[in-house]
Nanobody
Framework: QVQLVESGGGLLQAGDSLRLSCAAS????????MAWFRQAPGNEREFVAA????????YYADSVKGRFTISRDNAKNTVYLQMNSLKPEDTAVYYC?????????????????WGQGTQVTVSS
């Protein structure tokens, strides 16, 4: 089992920046690809960004490309999401997820472990 705990959410204004963190514990973090998803009220959970185990590969949704950056520190068992130039449409609960699979990074069905989520609210 892998336990994931997100932190760093908050209430911001358009144009602000924020960094989310996701700390993993339990079973070894080793070998797991990590991702961030988000879910706004009334919407399905959608892919935001993913990063492979050794961080050589990163993937982004078109809606956040150029504004968000995913990174990880395997020594700290932590993955980050740096969010810049935030927009009201970025408002959602952000979830961290982990998978041992090596393909299908953008599909939520491929992730085995999820955090409880952290709220990000961006006002105009």
């Amino acid at each position: 089992q892998v336990q994931l705990v997100e932190s760093g959410g908050g209430l911001l204004q358009a144009g602000d920046s924020l960094r989310l963190s996701c700390a993993a514990s339990g079973r070894t973090f080793s070998g797991y690809a990590m991702a961030w998803f988000r879910q706004a009220p009334g919407n399905e959970r959608e892919f935001v960004a993913a990063i492979s185990w050794i961080a050589r590969n990163t993937y982004y949704a078109d809606s956040v490309k150029g504004r968000f950056t995913i990174s990880r520190d395997n020594a700290k068992n932590t993955v980050y999401l740096q969010m810049n130039s935030l927009k009201p449409e970025d408002t959602a609960v952000y979830y961290c997820a982990a998978t041992a699979r090596t393909q299908g990074a953008s599909s939520k069905n491929n992730y085995d472990y999820w955090g409880q989520g952290t709220q990000v609210t961006v006002s105009s």
